[in-house]
T-cell receptor, first 113, second 113 residues
Framework: DAGITQSPRYKITETGRQVTLMCHQT?????MFWYRQDLGHGLRLIYY???????DKGEVPDGYVVSRSKTENFPLTLESATRSQTSVYFC????????????FGEGSWLTVV | AQSVTQLDSQVPVFEEAPVELRCNYS??????LFWYVQYPNQGLQLLLK??????LVKGINGFEAEFNKSQTSFHLRKPSVHISDTAEYFC???????????FGQGTRLTINP
């Protein structure tokens, strides 16, 4: 099925390790986003990308790195994981044009111990 | 910059009762408004959106929302809820020039039999 797929869905890692969350979309949408969801905070934007090789910071970018070498992929890397990065991470995409819907992946549950 | 306030973190209701989930936003420019639903362990799914035109917007699963510009509100309503409506609901806003959504903290809707 077309859509957004995230991997891994569940991950436990240790403090200080590097972790990469993968995101792949099959719609060729221009825009892609990474959000994190935490109790009491709703969803907060980490990074977004308007096209391949164009990325920009969101509300909470510290400790994260993104890349977008291909339109369909938007990996998120935690360079040195911390316990405060324990969260649910959602990748999302949307096509160009104002007001278009943002579509979300199923989420990646990350626990940093 | 935009912000969204969902006035209730939890709303318990009985099955077949009406429900209203409240959302207020803050923005200095014209906005687009969205309601998303998140079922347990899933990503977010669009319920409805307001872009322009009629202030009463109908969405999926019998939900509707009314845009009130003077009160900067976009409350979500359903006349008769079902057990399957148990989920977390997120209000979101973007200004018409922006590419990203700002989310509220979420409202957990619990339906009691």
């Amino acid at each position: 099925d077309a859509g957004i797929t995230q991997s891994p869905r569940y991950k436990i890692t240790e403090t200080g390790r590097q972790v990469t969350l993968m995101c792949h979309q099959t719609w060729s949408h221009s825009y892609m986003f990474w959000y994190r969801q935490d109790l009491g905070h709703g969803l907060r934007l980490i990074y977004y990308s308007a096209a391949a090789d164009i990325t920009d910071k969101g509300e909470v970018p510290d400790g994260y790195v993104v890349s977008r070498s291909k339109t369909e992929n938007f990996p998120l890397t935690l360079e040195s994981a911390t316990r405060s990065q324990t969260s649910v991470y959602f990748c999302a995409s949307r096509s160009e044009g104002s007001g278009n819907t943002i579509y979300f992946g199923e989420g990646s549950w990350l626990t940093v111990v | 910059a935009q912000s969204v306030t969902q006035l209730d973190s939890q709303v318990p209701v009985f099955e077949e009762a009406p429900v209203e989930l409240r959302c207020n936003y803050s923005s200095s420019v014209s906005v687009y408004l969205f309601w998303y639903v998140q079922y347990p362990n899933q990503g977010l799914q669009l319920l409805l959106k307001y872009l322009s035109g009629s202030t009463l917007v109908k969405g999926i699963n019998g939900f509707e929302a009314e845009f009130n510009k003077s009160q900067t509100s976009f409350h979500l309503r359903k006349p008769s809820v079902h057990i399957s409506d148990t989920a977390e609901y997120f209000c979101a806003v973007s200004d018409r020039g922006a590419q990203k959504l700002v989310f509220g903290q979420g409202t957990r809707l619990t339906i009691n039999p």
